[in-house]
Structures are given as C-alpha cells and as structure tokens.
Antibody, heavy 117, light 106 residues
Framework: EVRLVESGGGLIQPGGSLRLSCAISGFSVSSSFMNWVRQAPGKGLEWVSVVYEGGNTYYADSVKGRFTISRDDSDNTLHLRMNNVRTDDTATYYC???????????WGQGTLVTVSS | SYELTQTPSVSVSPGQTARITCSGDGLTKSYASWFQQKPGLAPMVVIYKDIERPSGVPERFSGSTSGTAVTLTIVGVQAEDEADYYCQSTDNDSFIFGPGTRLIVL
C-alpha cells in the first residue's frame, strides 16, 4: 500500500528556516517523481516543487531560490528545505507521488506551516 | 506560463448531471487531471490523462476534452460528491492548478 506521511510543520517567524519531510512506504522514492504542493488557508492548490527520478528539480517562481527539494533514497524520504520564509508561505504542505500520466497520483495528509511573528 | 480558469461554483440536485469545465490555452498541448477535495482532507485524483479514471473512482465520474477546455462530468450526482474540484495541467517543467470549483449538492 502506498503511504505518504508529512511532518515538520509548525509556527515559524518570517525570515526563518524549516525542513519538511515526507516518509514514504509502499514504493521507492527514487522510482517515481515526487512533488510538494501547498494550500493556503481557504485557498486553492499551488504546486511548489518536483524532483524527478534522475534527480532534476524544478520550482514555482514563488519559491525559487528559497526552497530546496531533495530526497533520501536510503530512508525513502522526501524533504523540502524552506529558507527565508514569508507570511505568504503559510499553508498546508502536501507531498504527492507522480507516475506516468498522473503527476499527483497519491497524496499525504499534509503538514501545516504557519509563518507569523 | 498559462493560467487555468474554472467556474467558482456549480449547483445540482441529487441524481442530476454535473459538468465542471476548465479552460486554458495549454490544454491543447498537455494532459489534464482532476482532483476532488473534501473539507479537511487531502486532494484525490478522479481523472488523469484527460479521460482516464483511476481504479476505485466511481464510474459516474468521466473526463472529456475539446480544444482549449476539459470537462469533468458526474452523472447521477450523490450527496457525497459535494466537494471542491481542481483541474491541473503541465507547462514545460511546472505544474498548474485551476482555481477550483465548488460542487454544491442541493
């Protein structure tokens, strides 16, 4: 069974840093492309970043230069390093698996990040 | 990158057919997916590659495409289908979501 479990969210001050993790079971993190998607309170979905099987990474313009996606093949985990966070980064962050033809095939339950002073 | 547009809300009575449309110039070049999201829960894919339905998704859900628009159709809407629905497509190396449509079951 495919399972994605996010962790690492919490309250953080503007300008601070945070690392989110997504523990994966049921498949290998290196065998699929993996995404982070966020949703601000009461708002729609926003794609944040992707890491492909070969290691290429891409980011939304809103987070480019501040966020870094990575994966740890040894413990089958996806990460999102968030630096220099802003109040508009406040959102629930979901990790999602991509497979051929279905970029967001399976989702975790999400972890809430609140950026506030 | 391009934008996807969706009608903010659609209201139907139980048993009727709901059609939710998503428009965007890039839909002629890339596949679309549809996601259902109920309050407090993560999104769930209901249609991918424009018309494909994942296993476990009821047959009343179907997708279609025409030019720069894709449509999610729910035939015989049930109360449990009340949710937000998002379309999604791809633009080069980024992914785009539509703003969402709230399906209200009267």
């Amino acid at each position: 069974e495919v399972r994605l479990v996010e962790s690492g969210g919490g309250l953080i001050q503007p300008g601070g840093s945070l690392r989110l993790s997504c523990a994966i079971s049921g498949f290998s993190v290196s065998s699929s492309f993996m995404n982070w998607v966020r949703q601000a309170p009461g708002k729609g979905l926003e794609w944040v970043s992707v890491v492909y099987e070969g290691g290429n990474t891409y980011y939304a313009d809103s987070v480019k230069g501040r966020f870094t996606i990575s994966r740890d093949d040894s413990d089958n985990t996806l990460h999102l390093r968030m630096n220099n966070v802003r109040t508009d980064d406040t959102a629930t962050y979901y990790c999602a698996r991509g497979v051929d033809g279905s970029p967001f095939d399976s989702w975790g339950q999400g972890t809430l990040v609140t950026v506030s002073s | 990158s391009y934008e996807l547009t969706q009608t903010p809300s659609v209201s139907v009575s139980p048993g009727q057919t709901a059609r939710i449309t998503c428009s965007g110039d890039g839909l002629t070049k890339s596949y679309a997916s549809w996601f259902q999201q109920k309050p407090g829960l993560a999104p769930m894919v209901v249609i991918y590659k424009d018309i494909e339905r994942p296993s476990g998704v009821p047959e009343r859900f179907s997708g279609s495409t025409s030019g720069t628009a894709v449509t999610l159709t729910i035939v015989g809407v049930q109360a449990e289908d009340e949710a937000d629905y998002y379309c999604q497509s791809t633009d080069n190396d980024s992914f785009i979501f539509g703003p969402g449509t709230r399906l209200i079951v009267l």
